[in-house]
């Protein structure tokens, strides 16, 4: 098989706008924006079949196309990219800067594309590349009066954004496809209307420029997020504490289980058996067994891997669901207060985080005494993340337990149901979160608990 600039060319925008699709597949900016990239590489993939493949199969007897055929088969690719391309760009253009684009406008270029396929048959376009220059003239005019369009409209939307991380989000995407844009234009339409020869070829350029710029891709990916994906590198260790912790439980569950049934099985018939109200030990023991299946319960959930489902939530909303539901258990007659923004929301997953705040509340409670007081509070203030604050007045963590509180099994607390998971689950949700948990504390000086949730996920 045959290679070359031509075939590499190919691939690697297939990679690349591939790669752009897989970043959210749902969004239709990284849809268009792949059905434009597809049509955009029909320029060198005909220039693969045309010139490299057909001559290939040729040379070794295989069956091939005519030469007409051959021609034919170009001149309809060519087509194709020439009419489509930009249209298409245009439309994925409507959607970043969220232009809710009247039918007009897509009969429009419906219309316009329409004409020059009356004027010039796309079947015939590779002789009109090779001996009309009027014919460069109208289509360069076509497609570079798109190209302005969608240059306009990404750079407008870029200036009036006013929401920071938004703005950086898009500028990125317009960083990242707007040479790629101009090139095409400049070195297929300029070069070939103004009739350049000695630069016919510079067009091959775009397979550097987008090695570049999937490069430039990729480091945005892991920095601050781009089209959807927001990448993090993670050191991993092989046989890692997680899955350790999972082996563990799986084993320290399946025997609690065991032992719970076989108590309330015999709790339930003794009760069953005696036609007295049952006595106080009864209840004991069945609310005993109530609080380990509820333990083995949790255990199951903190040691499991964890699979996000996010989506934009209020944060002050979960924070006071989670408050009310701390309310409910307090016997302390603790002060709670949700000092958090009513306007903010964050993008997460509200199960998982309001499990964090579950833990992070009933830490807190355990930690102050009668009358204590526990204060939730946000930081909007910092460029990359979301802070979010848990306060409370308790007696705090002593300075050598601090590097541990991420340790699985590892708990300052013995007894009572606590198993050293919780804080581990944590700190495990937030990581997964692209973000993470830092702890100040000291003895006699209360804790503070501060989540760090990135702003640049990207949901465009």
Known sequence: MPGGINLIFTLLIWTFFTVVLLSNRHSRINQWCFISGLILSLGVFKEYIYFDLIPFLSDKHLPVLSSSQSETMYSIMTAVLYLLAMPSSLIFGFFYSNIKAKKIVYVAIAVFAAALVFIYNPSQYRQYQLNDQLFWLLISIYNLTYGIAITVIMIRTVIEETNPTWRGQKRRVAVLLLPLLWYWLITIFVIHALNIKALFKIWEGNAALIFILLGYYLVMAFRE????????????KWGSEVRTVQQGTQYMNHFLKNEVAKIEWCSNNLA?????????????????????????????LYSKDIQLTCSSCSIYELIQ???????????????????????????????HITEVLNNLLNNASDAVNDNGTITIELDNSNKKHVILMVKDNGAGIKKEALPHLSDPFYTSRGGNGHFGLGLFYCYRVMQKHGGKIEVHSGLGEGTTFYLYFPKHHDVL
Do not use: W
């Open 225 to 236: 997020g781009i089209m959807g994906i927001k990448l993090e590198r993670i050191n991993y």
């Open 272 to 300: 069953a058996k005696s036609k007295e109200e049952p006595s106080e030990e009864f209840k004991i023991i069945s609310r005993s067994v109530d609080r380990l299946k509820q333990s083995i319960n949790k255990t199951q």
């Open 321 to 351: 669901s989670c408050i009310e539901d701390a309310r409910k258990r307090d016997v302390k007659n603790i002060s709670f207060t949700n000092n958090c923004a009513k306007d903010i929301n964050i993008l997460c997953d509200p199960f």
